[in-house]
């Protein structure tokens, strides 16, 4: 069975029972009220602060730096890593900016009450990007129907009943309100975002601040009502039978790492000849459009398990039913994971287009004015885990955006690297925005064991290899890669240390998040050469020196020394059977620590896994234990996956489709009733890293052959798939029986540099293919 729609009962009373849509810019979270009905609006350019944030005082100057690093190696040296923790936060800035709600949409039926409502029902169609709520009052009935098109930029929710009725159309936003036009039939909103907004994890004075000198991005709003009734000024519409209002938003900003430009007018100029546009062409034109232009994207995969549910019972109901006794059994409603799966690929869709911004932690979605951890873009592993699917699940296109964040980091984290470091190339940490901030955050007074950490750069790099692995990369994309890679090794050149034997490492080094014993019974974070730094640059280093060959860059003098640094690397340490998280028997302070950096080499890295180093990985996941948060659980679905190990894969399902409305703590995650991913509170990291986790379970292409299959749990019985892509641009469709037995499989060569001979496993048959633009079958008829 293939599922596509969530539905409910009832009308979203919070954010985390509200549905989304999307078209890559602007974004809307529906709450789905028959007689009133409430859009929470995003536009993914409208960000606090500006490139000018990052000089912000104070800035640590060189000379500062100079003197913390030298006192903190020292300390490190000295086996003081606690003194080297206090020594790096002098190293930090202040914060990266925030991504900010726009405003509220509401339609407001007068005189009627949710009360009234009956036979209520909402349903979000993934297959065709579309909200739904109807209902009737006093027999009569309601319907309104919101969706977003990406061609025409616009936002459209119609509103029809049975009788005429009349309506307040109104808008509200939480940011500086610098106007409001209104005439009968619509109404321009024009506002200005904070010059800073401080995270809610800090606690200071003032923390969202106005300057209006200071560079900041302006915006508007402007909506439309067309409607068979009388409209009135102010939003008011009499006597209608239908309702329907044509939105779009433009803001002042200019590109990633760019100022903003222009005025709020400008703007509002640009969101009104959207809609002027959208009008003209007739909204049927309009929903054509969007219908294919989605249907393009989403329509490439899909994933069919499970019977037909169960038509009595609503997406929420079946979430809770999954358990019996406070136990989770995915196996009672397999469809629920096709449903997760397809609702991932929706939300990339929906969140990350070509010419956009990345997937912030929470996509494109929310609602506060300082969100957790500023909804923005956390680098020591959430950005990147929502693209880890992308391209097996057919969505490449959608990673764009994230190869402009690498650029706009590469241009503003080269000040950072000399500043900080005295170090050619480019540098990024653990945390940065829309306008590429690639300091350390804290103000001094935070953590370094999540603050301290200037290697993003390697692991984001990584996905510049994975294009090329993919064959999504062409030659211009290739010598767009080389110049980022080669930027990062020489920072990575001038970071590393040489012991007197050759080998080399790093000197100040973090494992994310996590912390150590130390000596006298405390605890630190920094100490060196933690396992992510040599497995990144590992990585890093090769990619660098494969790329540099296929362009005939071999005569580079930087090859020359990333050839030599990259044979000085050790291996990756084995400890009493386990993956060390630091060389030299460190004892981890928190052993079921959610983050399992040291596993990056597992995944998502693709070298070889040795019987030893795989071995290695599982006893690291056994240690840590399953339970966890939604983005590691996650993780851990992959890594399980990629080790083969599908009955570890069903434990973790297990926690991954638990019910949030059980509070379980703050490092114990599951799904929403929306079915959005709770890290606690939601990020999307969680649903999109499920996807490239189900994705490993079905195929594998990181090593000589490609795998079908390898990990499927057995709770999720028998189904089919087609539209997977597998490296080097292999597109496949197959199907299983319930012990997991590949009944039927087809490949094709996606792109030219795919095409000629493959080698597929599926249990233990081998199957050598020679694949072209045509479909080929390797299994059944």
Known sequence: ???????????????????????????????????DALLRLNDETLWSGSPASELAAPVVTADEARDALAEARAAVADGREEDADRHVRRLQHRHAQSFLPFADLRLRIDGATSDEVEDYRRELDLATATHVATGTRAGAGLSHRTWISAPHGVLVHELESDEPIDVRVEL?????????????????????????????????????VYEDDAASVRGALHARIVTDGTPVRGGRVLRATRVTVVLATA????????MPVGTERAAARRATERVDNAIAAGLDQVRAAQLADHARLYARAELAIGVAPDPERDTAERLRDLAEDGAVDIGRDAGLAALLFHYGRYLLISASRPGGLPATLQGIWNEELRPDWSSNYTTNINVEMNYWGAHTANLSETEEPLLALIEALADSGAETARRLYDAPGWV????????????????????????????????LCRHLAERDAFG????????????LLRGATAFALAWMTQAESGERGTALSTSPENTFRTRDGGSAAVAESATLDIVLLRAHLDEFLRLAHHLGHEDDPLVAQAQDARAGLPEIPIEDGSIAEWPGGR?????????LSPLVFAYPGTGALTPELGAAASRFLDLRKDESTGWSLAWKIALRARLGQADRVADLLALVFRDMSIDRGDQSGGLYDNLLAAHPPFQIDGNLGYVAGLAECLVHSHGDAITLLPSWPAPLGAGSVRGLVARPGVEI?????????????????????????????????????????????LIGE
Do not use: K
Not at 25 to 31: I, Q, T, W
Not at 251 to 258: K, P
Not at 430 to 450: L, R
Not at 587 to 595: C, G, I, S, T, Y
């Open 1 to 35: 069975m293939t599922e596509h729609v969530l539905w409910y009962r009832r009308p979203a009373e919070t954010w985390n029972e509200a549905l989304p849509l999307g078209n890559g810019a602007l974004g809307a979270m529906c709450f789905g009220g028959a007689t």
């Open 172 to 208: 509200e936003t939480q940011l500086r309100e610098l106007g409001r036009v209104e005439i009968d039939t619509a109404t321009t909103l024009l506002v200005q975002a904070p010059s800073d907004v401080t995270p809610p994890h800090d606690e200071v004075d003032e923390p969202v």
């Open 251 to 258: 803001t002042t900003f200019t590109g990633m790492g760019r």
């Open 428 to 459: 990024a940490h653990h945390n940065t925005d829309a306008w590429g901030y690639t300091q350390p955050v804290g103000d001094g007074v935070h953590d370094a064991a999540w603050a301290f950490w200037p290697m993003a750069g390697f692991w």
């Open 472 to 483: 999504v990369a062409d030659e211009a994309e290739r010598r767009r890669a080389f110049r």
């Open 587 to 595: 004892e981890a302070v928190d052993p079921h620590h959610r983050h």
């Open 733 to 777: 469709d197959l199907a299983w029986d319930d012990t997991g037995a590949v009944t039927s499989a087809r490949a094709r060569a996606r792109v030219a540099s795919a095409h000629g001979e493959h080698t597929f496993r599926a249990g233990e048959r081998e199957i050598e293919a020679t694949l072209d633009d045509a479909w080929s079958v």
